[in-house]
């Protein structure tokens, strides 16, 4: 059974930080994201990481996010510097993979950590 458990949110001061972990488990992916989503908003992509380690980054978060991984711990990281009121947001990830000659795509979500920051 494929697992994505979300954990590191919180309430912090702008300018401060916050690491968010992902643990997952039941297979391997071929990418690894994390998405947020704030009140009355869309979901939106903040940051991915592929299979090979080639990370990206929402325009927003550029300079200020960094998405990792520890393979032997299953886990992937998002290290949010500098964090804006507008970082406010429920952060989920999200895992894709690809399988067979037809590349099906199936996803997976966690359920999601609060980042709340304050002024």
């Known amino acids: 059974q494929v697992q994505l458990v979300e954990s590191g949110g919180g309430l912090v001061q702008a300018g401060g930080s916050l690491r968010l972990s992902c643990v997952t488990s039941?297979?391997?992916?071929?990418?690894i994201d994390w998405y947020r989503q704030a009140p009355g908003k869309q979901r939106e992509l903040v940051a991915t990481?592929?299979?090979?380690?080639?990370?990206n980054y929402v325009e927003s978060v550029k300079g200020r996010f960094t998405i990792s991984r520890d393979k032997a711990k299953d886990t992937v990281y998002l290290q949010m510097n500098s964090l804006t009121l507008e970082d406010t947001a429920v952060y989920y990830c999200?895992?894709?993979?690809?399988?067979?000659?037809?590349?099906?795509?199936?996803?997976?979500w966690g359920q999601g950590t609060q980042v709340t920051v304050s002024s």
């Open positions: 039941g297979s391997t992916f071929d990418a």
């Open positions: 999200h895992a894709v993979r690809f399988l067979g000659w037809a590349k099906r795509r199936t996803d997976y």
């Open positions: 990481i592929n299979s090979g380690d080639t990370p």
